[in-house]
């Protein structure tokens, strides 16, 4: 069956119900998440995850590269999975796919690993620029911000995701993702603890 990932940052009701109609052919899946947000953490992506691990999804459509991620880990550990799925996934404004006669097109994921590095870049400068943002905010006295030491610290996370840190140091040679798999969270949380235990 084919399917459709949509994710877009604010919708209306109306807007899903067109493009839902638009697509009838195909399974839609849309999130109205921020991309920032990893891949397997957003409820529709998971629904998708679990219909593609049911052999109900051969053929996925995303309308650009950065609708599956903001990151380029995340997009191409996406895409890797996907593959190894032996899900055919199609950019529309590329108008390539993953697989060609059966085989993974190695023009498709030169293309793909260029934009996921892209949409990371301008994720990042567009944080810079939110940074900058708050930075006169501060200084001109119209911002706060938040208070200093209300996040966890680095042993905090560790201490709540022991099982997470032992499955990692039990399998260096996996994935992430199939380490986020062995340790039942997302591959969000996995890549958060790992980078605690690396500081």
Do not use: C
């Not at 995340?74 to 085989?103: H, P």
């Amino acid at each position: 069956m084919k399917a459709r990932y949509i994710r877009v940052s604010s919708s209306t009701q109306n807007t899903i119900r067109q493009t839902i109609k638009q697509h009838q052919d195909e399974l839609v899946f849309i999130d109205v998440i921020s991309g920032a947000i990893p891949f397997d953490n957003r409820p529709q992506a998971i629904e998708l995850i679990k219909a593609i691990e049911a052999g109900t999804i051969t053929y996925l459509s995303v309308e650009a590269i950065d609708r599956v991620g903001r990151n380029a880990f995340d997009i191409q550990s996406t895409i890797n999975w996907l593959n190894s799925m032996d899900v055919t996934l199609k950019v529309d404004n590329l108008g390539i796919e993953s697989f060609v006669d059966g085989k993974q097109n190695s023009i498709f994921k030169m293309i793909t690993d260029v934009l996921a590095n892209l949409s990371q870049m301008e994720r990042e400068a567009s944080k810079e620029r939110q940074a900058q943002g708050i930075a006169i905010a501060v200084a001109q006295g119209k911002y706060k911000g938040r208070v200093k030491g209300s996040g966890a610290s680095d042993d905090e996370v560790l201490t709540k995701y022991k099982g997470v840190v032992k499955a990692i140091r039990q399998h260096p040679d996996l994935s992430l993702r199939k380490i986020a798999s062995i340790a039942n969270v997302s591959l969000g949380t996995i890549q958060k603890v790992k980078g605690k235990m690396g500081k």
